[in-house]
């Protein structure tokens, strides 16, 4: 990270945050972008109405002592001169306790507007969501209104508007308005300078300027800023109580969110109860607030105790939300992110930003009681965060490089929710205990061992992730080669090709094959096997058989109990390479997965194999891509969100019945943002430019392996199968057509793969070696889909793609329904040799699944390598296939545990 991204984490990252989390929940709510807006600032400017009282006042006491001091000052002047004046000025501050620097508590205000101006600015700027939406009179929120046309010159009116308000604000301001109004705090009221005027209507003024050709979108933001201040000076320059006119504001605005919500007048999917109760809490907060406040005059706390145990407690979050989880999740995939360390670096400011310096901010603005409500506070939320990450922490299955889980229901059934009030009970009730017995300084060496103990674990976890990303490096340089000559194919001999494209649905081919027919001829000679059962519904229990055959089948692989599990792995990956090595053929793999039983690809584990190369494409075609299809450097650089991993610590510190809230589908409650663009733009490029890897010589027979994990990251191409930056969106046909828009961004993904894979046909065709090459397309599992052709069975995930195309064969694609098994590509590819055998363990491998054989699939614990072994993959449930027929439900016997 450089010195600008540091800046704009610690300053901008937050608001934007907010911004982008309210304006999502509320275009769920409304659905309507506009309102969105208005809500969004509403909101904003709703919880900075503390700070900005108290900044208000601050700035008064500063008007006051200044009007006290100033007839003396004018003497002071008067009188002396040089160093002599400013000497004697000094002293007459020090007389009045008063500093210079004081006077920029005056400007708090000022500089609170700054981050959340440029935040808005960086965001309503840029997001895809207004483009093109239109709010009453403005007809596109993603550019400038353009409401009058003159003379062929274009009037922005919202700028203009909104600077009018921005004025009438600052008069009412101006005269003595504002938090300090004599009415509402006993003091005198002060009139501003022409100095400070000049100011207020000189800030007018520049953001006309800066906001005059933005997006109306944006101006429409600040419009209702300027109108919520308007209101706010009004109130207070008008009522003598104004805090009631709020309450009652709040409470309208409560009823209308219940009742929107019961009433189903509201979009918002399962989260109707949870939209009711925020609109019933801020009905009750006000008199909940009351309660607090006087609860905490009570209560005996000295202050250096209460900020002891505020910042003991913040601390302890900080370092677990912005340490420790973190690095927990790169240490155990560091292959999905580009640069590691800088991702645990980003987060562990985000998390200082989050729970160190904006309640060190919220601290300093606080009076004594509110210090106490704010440290028993943290005390209770850091406890309740360590009892969700320590006590309350599930297995919700398969979580995508994407931060995406596939089966989202899986959070929500996790945990009862009994087990979330119990923990909320019990982190309320232990630090209050320790409060009302003073033993706060207790309480504080707790949070400050917790701390300790859990940078002690950040610092083993981070080693861990430093020994692997040097191994990481150093297997990068061994086997950095150039991009030409990857896959060489022999003019005369024969070529055998098997494309491993993780996570390819079988069933998918049925839709893909309606959606685009041409692709019955394009896979010219192939057959597809839809009636094609994987023994895993992961790659982990899924990717050894294709490899290795009916040996390395989850069940065959815990049977040998006493074998490392990694061995049992490089085994079933070097059993056909080392079969090929030994006939004289010439052998490619590039990027292999599950080498030493991890996802990091180690080709040190081919070394011994005759005639072998080895690469890691590691996005080689990533810079080609982007500059033929026009994709701004940024769209790679950011595509990792920048804050997914502290959205995905905030995940697990929350106690489980807000984590499904939290994850909300995947999208984290991001606009149009997706972590699957740098990863699909890796693999799918490598894909797309195939040909530019192959060559064609008078050598030996070929043997090659590739895999490719298209098709595991959908949700970045667009329905013409081009990688997009921002996640495609989808009409209602699609959502109708496909079942869902998880099923219609996977097809949009699977199309692309498909359509790129007949680019390489092409070419084969064109390079002279098609007939002579024998290729197999398979995958390791498959995955959710809403057009699920199974009757009720459940299996889809254990349904992979299967499509072979022999030696000579051409013609249009075949569809047959002879039951398979992915572990029968090995005996596919080493038709015609003679005996082929397990170089490993001396088992045949032309052996096919037979009729009579029973054959038991595998549910894995985890889909994490590093959660199976050291000697058995972990199991938690095998199901017995009866049938053969794998579509129908009577053909699979019901679920048990795992031996």
Not at 367 to 389: E, F, M, P, W
Not at 401 to 419: D, T
């Amino acid at each position: 990270m450089n010195f600008i991204d540091i800046l704009y984490t610690l300053v901008i990252w937050f608001p934007r945050a907010l911004i982008e989390f309210l304006f999502v929940l509320f275009k769920k709510i409304l659905d309507n972008p506009g309102l969105a807006v208005v809500a969004v600032s509403v909101c904003v400017n709703t919880l900075l109405l503390p700070i900005y009282a108290v900044a208000d006042r601050w700035q008064h006491e500063e008007r006051l002592i200044q009007k006290r001091m100033k007839r003396k000052l004018n003497d002071i002047r008067a009188v002396f001169k040089g160093d002599e004046r400013q000497m004697i000025i000094n002293t007459y501050y020090r007389q009045m306790r008063y500093s210079p620097l004081s006077a920029l508590r005056s400007s708090v205000g000022l500089l609170l507007q700054i981050p959340f101006f440029l935040a808005a600015y960086w965001f309503l700027s840029h997001t895809p969501s207004l483009a093109g939406k239109s709010f009453y009179f403005l007809r596109n929120l993603g550019e400038a209104d353009h409401l009058f046309v003159i003379n062929g010159f274009a009037i922005n009116v919202m700028p203009i508007l909104m600077t009018v308000i921005n004025l009438l604000s600052a008069m009412v301001y101006a005269k003595g308005a504002g938090s300090a109004n004599p009415r509402t705090q006993g003091q005198q009221a002060l009139a501003l300078g022409s100095r400070e005027k000049t100011q207020l209507y000189g800030m007018a003024i520049i953001f006309l300027a800066l906001l005059y050709n933005s997006p109306s979108g944006l101006v429409l933001y600040w419009t209702c800023n300027n109108v919520f201040s308007l209101g706010k000076n009004l109130a207070s320059a008008t009522l003598k109580r104004p805090s009631s006119a709020l309450q009652a504001i709040a409470t309208i605005i409560g009823l209308a969110l219940a009742a929107g919500a019961l009433g189903r007048r509201f979009n918002l999917d399962r989260y109707k109860f949870m939209i009711a109760g925020l609109g019933a809490g801020l009905i009750a907060v006000p008199f909940v607030w009351k309660w607090v406040v006087k609860m905490a005059r009570r209560l005996q706390m000295p202050e250096k105790d209460s900020l002891l145990l505020f910042f003991s407690s913040c601390a302890a979050l900080f370092l677990l939300m912005g340490l420790l989880l973190p690095a927990q999740v790169i240490a155990s995939e560091a292959s999905d992110f580009a640069d590691p360390i800088q991702y645990v670096v980003r987060t562990f400011l985000q998390s200082f930003v989050v729970c160190l310096l904006i309640p060190g901010v919220v601290w300093a603005f606080a009076n004594a009681d509110i210090r106490k409500i704010l440290a028993a506070g943290a005390a209770i939320t850091t406890l309740l965060s360590l009892i969700c990450v320590f006590a309350l922490s599930a297995s919700y299955g398969v979580m995508t490089a994407s931060f995406k889980i596939e089966q989202p229901e899986l959070i929500s059934r996790a945990f009862p929710l009994w087990a979330s009030a119990a923990a909320a009970i019990v982190a309320a009730i232990v630090p209050l205990v320790f409060l009302l017995v003073k033993q706060q300084k207790i309480l504080a060496g707790v949070y400050n061992a917790a701390a300790i103990a859990i940078t002690v674990m950040s610092i083993i976890t981070m080693v861990t992730l430093g020994e692997e990303l040097k191994e990481t490096r150093q297997t990068a340089r061994e086997y950095n080669v150039s991009t030409s000559a990857v896959f060489p194919f022999a003019k005369t001999g024969d070529n055998t090709f098997i494309m491993f494209l993780d996570r390819a649905l079988g069933v998918a081919m049925s839709v893909a094959l309606d959606e685009a027919p041409e692709l019955r001829e394009l896979y010219d000679g192939f057959i597809w096997y839809p009636n094609t059962i994987s023994f895993g519904n992961c790659t982990v229990t899924g990717l050894l058989p294709i490899y290795g055959g009916y040996d390395y089948t989850p069940q065959a692989i815990n049977a040998r109990a006493n074998e490392l599990l990694s061995d049992k792995a490089n085994e079933a990956l070097t059993v056909l390479p080392k079969l090929f090595g030994e006939t004289g053929s010439r052998i490619s793999i590039t990027d292999p997965a599950l080498t030493n039983m991890r996802f990091v690809s180690d080709p040190a584990v081919f070394k011994d194999i005759p005639n072998v190369t080895v690469q890691n494409l590691d996005g080689r075609f990533n810079k080609q891509y982007m500059e033929e299809f026009h994709l701004e450097t940024e769209s790679f650089l950011e595509s990792f969100d920048f804050d997914i991993l502290f959205r995905y610590a905030l995940f697990r510190v929350a106690i489980p019945s807000l984590r499904y809230g939290i994850h909300y589908k995947g999208m984290w409650w991001r606009d149009n943002a997706t972590n699957a663009f740098g990863l699909g733009l890796t693999e799918y490029s490598s894909l797309y430019y195939l040909n530019s890897m192959c060559t064609v010589d008078s050598g030996a027979g070929t043997f090659s392996m590739f895999f490719n994990e298209t098709t595991h990251e959908p949700g970045v191409y667009t329905k013409d199968g081009r990688l997009s930056a921002s996640p495609p969106s989808f009409t209602q046909e699609d959502i109708e057509k496909f079942g869902s828009e998880d099923t219609a961004a996977y097809m949009y993904t699977f199309m692309a793969a498909m359509k790129a894979v007949t680019k390489w046909l092409a070419g084969l065709q064109s390079m002279g070696v098609y007939d002579n090459t024998r290729i197999v397309i398979v995958s390791d599992h498959g995955t959710g889909f809403a057009k699920d052709m199974f009757e009720g069975s459940g299996m889809v995930d254990y349904n992979p793609l299967l499509m072979v195309k022999d030696f000579g064969a051409r013609g249009p694609l075949s569809i047959s329904e002879t039951f398979m098994t992915n572990a029968d590509v090995p005996a596919i590819v080493t038709q015609g040799m003679r005996e082929p055998k397990n170089p490993h363990l001396g088992t045949s491998l032309s052996r096919t699944f037979q009729e009579n054989d029973p054959l038991a699939v595998a549910r894995a614990v985890a889909t994490n390598p590093s959660k199976h072994g050291p000697y058995l993959l972990n199991l938690s449930g095998v199901r017995t296939l009866i049938g053969r027929d794998i579509f129908k439900a009577s053909s699979w016997s019901g679920w048990e545990d795992a031996q």
